[in-house]
């Protein structure tokens, strides 16, 4: 079989996320399994215009600012120069709108789509790009298959006009190589929240910054780990200046893998306080690692947190909930040991191998009706 993939980074981006890990650990089981696969994706300085990663061959086209624009081009010389069973489409920018210029079955790959949350994280007038180009999905994408990572996004695009039936929940898979509980490590002398992500302003961290007041009234000890990077830190390091939280708060910036899952295994709590995720992936890596999570009540995340059984929701924004929940698990050792034993069970049935089987047999049956 011979698949074509197009998605707007490879892994070798710097800028590749969770989008990236997703549709390589997926795809490059296929590429084991004897299937030719091709990633068409958007290129970066110092990258070679075509790659290989895990068997699978990338080439590359235009920037992240003209990928949607070049694309189309690279697509449709690749399909004259060769037959391809099948072409996946990975939305998770602005749609490609293959459906358009391919002549052969798609397979729309979504783990969310933003919707009116993109005001949250950009100018208005880019927003209203996104906003606008997400809104012909439904028609221009209507004989396509999709496969989504949530219930989430799964009713996001019903909601849209999507028939259920056109529709495939296939939960991501994780590394459980790296992602695993050490006790011999042990959790931190403080009790530490945890944040681990982007910090972009749509992510909403300044929830947790604004909740830790009144953690510390019930739990003086307690500090929040800030990890990773974005163009927000320095309106979040501000922000934690003016709150006087400078000696609770410590942002970490980027850390390697090793150093994220060190975290995660000596942490009390992570929190995740987006407004819509397409399943909040930290959440079952942190679990993985045997910490809980506290996450808003928010499409995605309630996926991928069993309130009350693995962590806990609240709804999303509302700092003082988020602190409630936070102080009932820093402060009640058994409900947090509960949770920590529970998220660490649920976390082991997220596989990538699982995941690939599930989308093979979703390729499988789409490439046998032609």
């Not at 000696?247 to 009390?268: C, L, N, P, Q, Y």
């Not at 996450?295 to 999303?316: C, E, I, N, Q, W």
């Amino acid at each position: 079989m011979r698949i074509l993939l197009v998605n707007w980074m490879d892994m070798a981006n710097p800028m590749a996320g969770g989008a990236e890990v997703h549709l390589t650990e997926i795809f490059r089981r296929f590429a084991a399994r004897g299937d030719e696969v091709i990633l068409v994706s958007s290129g970066f300085p110092g990258a070679a215009a075509e790659d290989e990663y895990e068997g699978i061959r990338i080439i590359r086209s235009g920037s992240r600012e003209t990928f949607n624009f070049t694309a189309p081009f690279v697509i449709k010389r690749l399909l004259k120069e060769a037959p391809y069973d099948l072409v996946v489409d990975d939305i998770n920018k602005v749609p490609l709108f293959t459906p358009l210029y391919v002549n052969v079955p798609v397979l729309a790959v979504i783990p969310h789509l933003f919707g009116s949350a993109v005001f949250r994280e950009t100018n208005p007038l880019l927003a209203s790009y996104v906003y606008c180009m997400e809104k012909p999905l439904s028609a221009v994408y209507r004989n396509a298959v999709f496969e989504v990572i949530s219930e989430s996004t799964a009713r996001d695009l019903e909601g849209r006009g999507i028939s259920r039936d056109r529709i495939h929940v296939v939960y991501c898979g994780m590394d459980h190589d790296l992602y695993s509980a050490d006790p011999a490590a042990g959790k931190f002398d403080e009790l530490t929240i945890l944040y681990v992500g982007r910090i972009r302003k749509y992510k909403s961290v300044d929830v947790i910054l604004k909740a830790m007041p009144e953690v510390l009234e019930s739990v003086p000890d307690a500090r929040l780990v800030i990890v990773g990077s974005g163009d927000y830190q320095e309106d979040l390091m501000s922000l934690t200046m003016r709150m006087g939280l400078a000696d609770h708060v410590i942002f970490t910036g980027f850390v390697d893998e090793a150093e994220k899952v060190d975290w995660m295994r000596r942490s009390h709590v992570i929190v995740n306080p987006s407004p819509k995720e397409g399943w909040g992936l930290t959440n079952i890596e942190a679990g993985a690692c045997g910490t809980p999570a506290v996450a808003s009540d928010a499409d995605g995340l309630r996926d991928s947190v069993k309130d009350g059984d693995t962590g806990l929701l609240f709804p999303y924004g509302d700092s003082s909930a988020l602190a409630d929940c936070l102080v009932k698990i820093l402060s009640e050792n058994v409900l947090r040991n509960s949770l920590s034993h529970n998220a660490l069970d649920w976390a082991k049935t997220f596989t990538w191998e699982r995941a690939a089987e599930e989308t093979m047999a979703l390729v499988d049956s789409m490439t046998a009706k032609r």
